[in-house]
C-alpha cells in the first residue's frame, strides 16, 4: 500500500468553489437546498477521506470515520509516539472537525438552510486543516510519500477560497 493521500480527493473542493461561486446567482430554493447538499457531501466526503487515508496511509491506523471514538483510538495510538512523531497539528484538526461535521450536518437540515455553517466550514475551517497540515512538515515528508503534491493542491484551495472571499466582499 502506498503511502499516498488520494490527489484527486481535492476535486471534491474544487466543485464545492465552483457550487459556491454559482449560488450568487441563484434564486430558486430548491435548487439552493439540492446545492447546500452537494456542498456538504463534497465537504463530508473530503474530510472523511482525507483524514481516513492520513492516519492509515502515513501511520498505519485505521480509524472508522471522524468521531469521538476515532479521536479516543488516535490518542491511543500515538501515546507511544516520540513527540517529534506525532503529527500534532493535524489531530487538534482532526479535533475540530468532529465539531464542523456536526455543523454542517445539521444546518442543511434545517428550513431555511443555514449556509454560513457552510461557507464557515470550507473559508475557514479548510484553511486551518491546510496549515495544520504545513506545520506538521518535519513529521509527515517521510510518511506521507506525496506530501508535497498535497501541499501543492491545498494552496490551489486556499486560492480559490481566498477568490470567493473577495467576491463575498464585494
Do not use: C, H, M
Given at each position: 500500500m502506498a503511502n499516498e493521500i488520494e490527489i484527486s480527493?481535492?476535486?471534491?473542493?474544487?466543485?464545492?468553489?465552483?457550487?459556491?461561486k454559482a449560488n450568487k446567482n441563484v434564486e430558486d430554493a430548491g435548487e439552493l437546498v439540492l446545492n447546500f447538499h452537494k456542498i456538504e457531501n463534497n465537504i463530508e466526503t473530503f474530510l472523511e477521506n482525507f483524514f481516513l487515508q492520513f492516519?492509515?496511509?502515513?501511520?498505519e491506523l485505521e480509524i472508522e470515520g471522524i468521531t469521538e471514538e476515532a479521536l479516543s483510538q488516535i490518542e491511543s495510538h500515538?501515546?507511544?509516539?516520540?513527540?517529534?512523531?506525532?503529527?500534532?497539528?493535524?489531530i487538534d484538526s482532526f479535533k475540530d472537525a468532529i465539531d464542523i461535521l456536526i455543523?454542517?450536518?445539521?444546518?442543511?437540515?434545517l428550513d431555511p438552510?443555514?449556509?454560513?455553517?457552510?461557507?464557515?466550514?470550507?473559508?475557514?475551517?479548510?484553511?486551518?486543516?491546510?496549515?495544520?497540515?504545513k506545520k506538521d512538515e518535519a513529521v509527515l515528508r517521510d510518511r506521507i510519500e506525496n506530501y508535497g503534491a498535497i501541499k501543492v493542491r491545498m494552496e490551489g484551495i486556499l486560492t480559490m477560497i481566498g477568490?470567493?472571499?473577495?467576491?463575498?466582499m464585494l
Open positions: 480527493l481535492f476535486n471534491l473542493l474544487d466543485e464545492v468553489s465552483q457550487i459556491l492516519f492509515s496511509n502515513g501511520f500515538f501515546s507511544d509516539f516520540r513527540k517529534t512523531e506525532i503529527p500534532k497539528n493535524v455543523d454542517i450536518e445539521t444546518a442543511v437540515y438552510p443555514r449556509d454560513e455553517d457552510l461557507y464557515e466550514a470550507y473559508r475557514t475551517f479548510l484553511p486551518k486543516l491546510f496549515e495544520s497540515y477568490e470567493l472571499k473577495q467576491q463575498t
